[in-house]
DNA sequence: GCTGTCATGTAACAGGTTACATGATTCG
DNA sequence: CGAATCATGTAACCTGTTACATGACAGC
């Protein structure tokens, strides 16, 4: 029960609509969390039954209108009270990992390959995040202090983005490594 | 839809019963993914009417019988042909980085322990996953060619499980040291 | 005219979690 | 005698995914 509290925190940053937020979702709280629009419209109506936030149809000239969300009070209180609970570490799942794992149970040849091209996909989006490190340090360097606490949380959880991916590429590299010297023996 | 396959390379390691299994799960194929034995079991008896496994009452002497589960040719089947298709990047859900990143909008320092508690699990959890491969290399090293492919597979993910683990405590820490350096300013 | 974007939603289903239930045996 | 372990399961619930639906405007 984390996609509320994670609403929370994007609409404390920027009051915003259902679509907003699942653009939202797709960049930067997307680094460790995913949800559709649909996930999204379902919960933000749960969250309105509760009181949690208010909402405010916005016309707009040209396109429909917009239910723009606030946190309330209330909603505010929720958050606070959540970021002081402890979680429980939460094991990684991950697919791939378990192909890798029976690889022997299959044609080792087309797995490679599956883990090649995750490989690939991992890269992409490690060097999507370096640009962002990039353009983040040419904003601030070299007065760090100046950075807002908020900000720095931003920073730094990009900067897991960023470990993640690298974690991804060097595993996944030393995976074909391994089996592409048994390969050539 | 990954449960199902998981089951089935664990079973192709070693027909078993469902405890058995979510034994397992808790352990080496538990590094990246998880599964309590209410699922295990609801998911073995479709498994069952679907034909990928057969089912064998075991008597045992001063205790229940167990169901042991083995692989049927079909289930052979299903898996080697999952083993061939490409797995979607799947993107880490975390609940912790939620909280980090959303710091600033509860108290932070109650937030700064929870983070510190998480930290000490997975040092915890490196430590030990430390100690199987440290095992593993005793137990084969310096004959490395002589392993199965299916042992270098199992030593791979394993290696997976320390990167991962390095990888939280190392982001913990840079986060912990960040903002502890601005407290003590 | 077709495709894409903005914007909101419904419905059905699949997957996963939590709580509860049973019954025997072993260990302190 | 009580607690823990072995072993299997049911039921209710919550979460997340997929497919489908609507309607208007913008750009090629």
Redesign the pocket.
Known sequence: ????HALLVSLREQPA???????RFSRSIGYFW??????I??????MDDDGWVT?T??P?????????HAVTPLGERVLADWLATPTPMEPL?SELAVKMRGASYGDRAALLDVVRANLADHQIRLDHYRQLEKRHRADRDPARETLTDHALDQYLVLRGGIRIEEFWVDWLTEYLTAHEARLTR
């Open positions: 029960m984390a996609l509320e609509s259902g679509l907003e937020l699942a653009k995913h949800a559709t629009h649909q996930q419209y379902r919960v933000l109506a749960r909402v149809e916005v707009q000239t040209g396109r429909p209108d917009k239910k723009v799942r």
